[in-house]
């Protein structure tokens, strides 16, 4: 009999979560996500293709990586060395022969059995909290197979799972998995068309009929919105987003959570521009406010994950 081994291309790890579903979790970030949020704290998730971070702080000027890259991509100009992102094939040679760091892939492909290593390492903290696993990204749900095979996996193993989505995926890929998933997240943002074009760069309409589909085949589903000052905070996407969620009778609870600048720096990294510093994140008392204006819908809201 031959092995069939699935593999993913994985961005992260991350133990001991208390931000991505019930108890304390290890979330795993898949590469590639169809959405581009001006906000999104995972730049590097983004991308499906393989990528570097780049620290030039670190570097000591060894030279290694000019003598090792055969591809243009590391040049020196009057004895400093430039590192050139459009010549860079990320083919990773130059970050294993740097002692300093100065470069990373961001992806890295491994096998199911490899990541469940990993998951199975926390499995006390698991049982102690009512915790498990969460498939996160990018988007998780872009790689079906592979989630599948994570998902029956963790199935197996009585392992608690959550699948983060932002929706905008296939209808047949939810339909794959959904009967191996314990717990949805599903992200909504924005509820004008044009605006969730503007600001993540796809129309929002095969992400409110996924989770109107979602919502009549599966038991668990809690709706998460990020809340970003002056972009999705206004009170007639709150009311519409209120009135939507409430629609779907099955979803009753719904978890905001404020916008952060703790992905910025990871722009710089990718050589990519960060388009929203101006936007400060909600205080207690804005969030508050925004739990009450979600409630009167006959929600549960919640802040935070
Ligand atoms: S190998 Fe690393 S430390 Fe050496 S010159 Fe290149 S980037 Fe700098
Ligand atoms: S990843 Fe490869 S192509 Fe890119 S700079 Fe390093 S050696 Fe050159």
Redesign the pocket.
Known sequence: MVAITVEGKIVNIMKYSIHDGPGIRTTVFFKGCPLNCQWCHNPESQGFGQE?MYWPDRCIGCGQ?LE???????ISTAGKLE??RD?????????K?CHAGV?E?VAKTMSVSEVMAEIEKDLIFYDESGGGVTFSGGEAVMQPVFLLEMLKECRKKEIHTAVETCGYVNLEFLQMISDYVDLFLYDLKLMDRQKHQDFTGVPNVLILDNLRWLVEHHPRIIVRVPIIPGINDDEENLSQLGNFVASLKRVTELHILPYHKAGVDKYQRLGLAYLLSDIQSPDNERMEQIVGQLEQFGLKVKIGG
């Not at 010549?87 to 970050?95: E, F, H, K, R, V």
Request: charged share 5%; net charge positive; hydrophobic share 45%.
């Open positions: 570097l990586c090792i890259c055969s591809n243009g991509a590391v590192y050139l010549q860079c094939l990320a083919c990773g040679a130059c970050c022969a470069r892939l």
